[in-house]
């Protein structure tokens, strides 16, 4: 049973969260990792994410803003300088969701910010989020990341995303920027470097001793086409898509959207694009709609034979419309 500390000197997105998804496919079930990487300005979308519609991808390509895709699933976060990103990757024996988010409220509590877990993935201090996370599953292994905002600049993200006002009205919030915080509000002289030896300092009291990985540790060869997968084209962008209706809905638990391809009364296929915390949501839509009859009844049918609950709630939005 071993325990493992590295951090990244790298700024590159695509470098970094392509170093996350190698430990999450390398740990054993016994072993656990804790990863520290800070990214140059980067907008990093979940994984089911439609760049299209939610970037500004021509103003993000002029000032050098890096486009990241995670392989988590939720919404789209800004990365710069001042935000420290922390994973955890477990074997299924070690991980503790619960315990691990313990262990960063226990860190920012023992620099004097008072905060607490609130919803289903944030952190917050005095009812703002300073940090969101992500979850993940491969075999034998699971993964938690997340961000831990010190002194972001937060008025960076409605620079470079096309924020929907549903998202804005569900929260029930006039703006992004009211929602979220700078640890650096609590404490004036907090640094990353300062949060991140605070985690370290917790990550040690929490699991005991671990071993220090140097970057000349990693087997860079290995780590390579995880890199080049990261700064794909394909992965980060994928074909602009072609369709015939989009259909399209803000939940309580995420945004939901259709872009349907029609041939003979039928849907021929769909693109399903979602910031849900579930990454395995579109596919299962997507899956149950393929060859479908076209129409409201039909497609929510095949919705509804889901095991799915949000594939429910998707499919009586669907039988609202009258198609």
Known sequence: M??????STSGDGWKNLGTDEWFLEHIAPDE???????????????????PWAECALEDMERDGV???????????????????????????????????????LEAVRSLGIPCEFTGRNDLTADGRKFSGNAFCKRRYVQQHHGTLLVNADLGKLSDYLRVDPRKLVSKGTKSVRSRVCNLSQFRPD???????????????RQY??????ETGDLP??????????HASWEWRLGETP????????????????LLLTLRHTRVEDVKVYSDALDTELPEEIRQR??????????MADALESSPNAQAHEVAQFIRAQGL
């Open 220 to 229: 860079w060869a290995e780590i390579e086409p995880y890199v080049q997968k």
């Open 289 to 298: 709609l393929l060859g479908c009859r076209f129409g409201s009844e039909p």
């Open 208 to 213: 005991g001793d671990y071993a220090a990985l």
């Open 66 to 104: 890096q486009l990241v895709r995670r392989i988590t699933g939720g919404g789209a976060v800004y990365h710069d300088r001042g935000n420290l990103n922390f994973s955890f990757i477990a074997g299924t024996e070690r991980y503790d969701q619960e315990r691990q988010l313990g262990l960063i």
């Open 32 to 50: 656990m990792a804790l990863y520290f990487y800070i990214n140059d300005r980067a907008v990093i979308i979940g994984r089911n994410q439609n």
């Open 190 to 204: 907090l640094t990353t470097d300062m949060l991140r030896q605070a985690v370290v300092e917790a990550y040690a």
């Open 2 to 7: 071993k325990n493992y500390l590295y951090i």
């Open 242 to 257: 072609r369709f015939d209706l989009e259909i399209e809905n803000r939940f309580p638990w995420g945004n939901v959207q």
